[in-house]
């Protein structure tokens, strides 16, 4: 027989296509819809079992005829005697029956129960019922709409959180709108929701780099010196090399976006998840039961949502390094210059053949310097809240490439504390740049770092401050003795 499908069939036999499909889907038959084609087995499952003619209905055996016995009338008394049959209710009024107890007339009895029992049980009218409970179920259904959508606010906000990628974005903005079955539970559900979660991260990452292509191009532009791989210099030892090596990978991810390498993450993370499901297809049941060291079992991952934690930060730090570039773009060019201009200078006094000591004195002031950009990439020594025109970062540049200009100086070390010092003094409630710059400086408490010029001058200061207050409080005091003569002038 040619396969039939399923909307023929319901022609055939002038059926709903919804109740084959239904029955078929209760047997535990897969079916997709009207037009899904049937075997020859699952025909005639529906031709006997479902459309089979229901069968005749057996005739039950006619009661034996009674024979009519002489209604017997009770006498009027208010209590009927026992064996005797009551007076029958008055009209209008519904009484319920008494059990009969003489066996001549149960058969009368259950005839005339089974009258009054049809007579005033009402019908049910299911129409209403289901009409009511459409109802109730419309009203769950609003007041459930409606607490979502104030716990989860606005439709416009919600729009907005599954493709926006900011500073502000938390770990459900990225796991929103993806479905995951309890991933931990077994590898195969791990690895697909991983590749759900990366194909998500990578998707916001894209829409934010489309949005800010211009602004990233200008970041890309700043920082390619940086990005760029390290020369070795050959006069440089390798430990000099690696060291600033190091150090220009540091500043590289410090103030570029690094938008390509947590692209190259994701999709490597990408890959690996659809590596374990192409293993998983096509994996050994058998050995995967058996042998303890299969590949799967060997591995133990990270928990689902520590690694959704994980790609979280890492991708939002690229709209962080936006941000932060965009706010402080000329201390951002500043630190990029400065990096090349100290081991530009560090590599002419090797060739100058410098004294050692002073070499090393110009490394430990690099040093310096490398910490100062690395805090500051923190988002902090940026400015004071209450002066914005005063810049702890550009300030304290400043005072390090004058010292390290002025290295052969005796005095230039002491110059330096002394004005990183009265930088210090206007960090009020400010106790990690306050203790940044102390050590940033090498400064000591309670030590003055003027010199004795400057000392004299202000001893001098204070002195003559002193003897005026003193000579305006003589004068205060003589007016107040001779008010008499004062009065008397005037």
Known sequence: MAAKRIYQIAKEFECEEKKIIDFLTGQGIKVGNRLSAVSEDTYNLLKTKLFAPPPEPVPEPKPEPVAEKPAQVAPVAETAPAGEVAPPAAP????????????????QAEGEDAQEEDEFVPSVNFDAVHAATQVVMASSLVAGNNFLSRYRGTKRQIKESKSHLSRSTDIWGLVEDIKFDDPDSSPILYWQAVNKLTTKAYKLLQEFGLKNRELMAEMREMTKNVGKEYVPQEIFTDEENQKFAAQQKVIFEAFGHGMGKVNDNLYELKMYAEEQKRYCEHMSFVDYIKNPESKLERQVPMPFFTLAETILYSVRSVPYHVMFYVENKPQVLRAIENFFAWIDGYKKLKEQGADPAKIEKYLDLEERFFKLVEFMSYDNLIYLRKKKTIIPFDLLLDLLNEYRD?????????????????????????????????????????????????????????????????????????????????????
């Open 406 to 490: 002025n290295m052969d100086d005796p005095d230039a070390e002491r110059n330096f504390k002394y004005k990183a010092r009265g930088i210090n003094s206007n960090l009020i409630y400010k106790p990690k740049e306050y203790i940044f710059i102390y050590n940033f400086a090498g400064l000591e408490p309670y030590k003055d770092y003027r010199t004795p010029e400057m000392i004299a001058e202000a001893e001098a200061r204070k002195a003559a401050a002193k003897a005026a207050a003193e000579a305006a409080a003589n004068e205060n005091t003589e007016e107040q003795e001779n008010p008499a003569e004062q009065s008397d002038e005037a």
């Open 92 to 107: 209008g009024k519904k009484k319920k029956k008494k059990k009969k107890k003489s066996p001549q007339a149960d058969g």
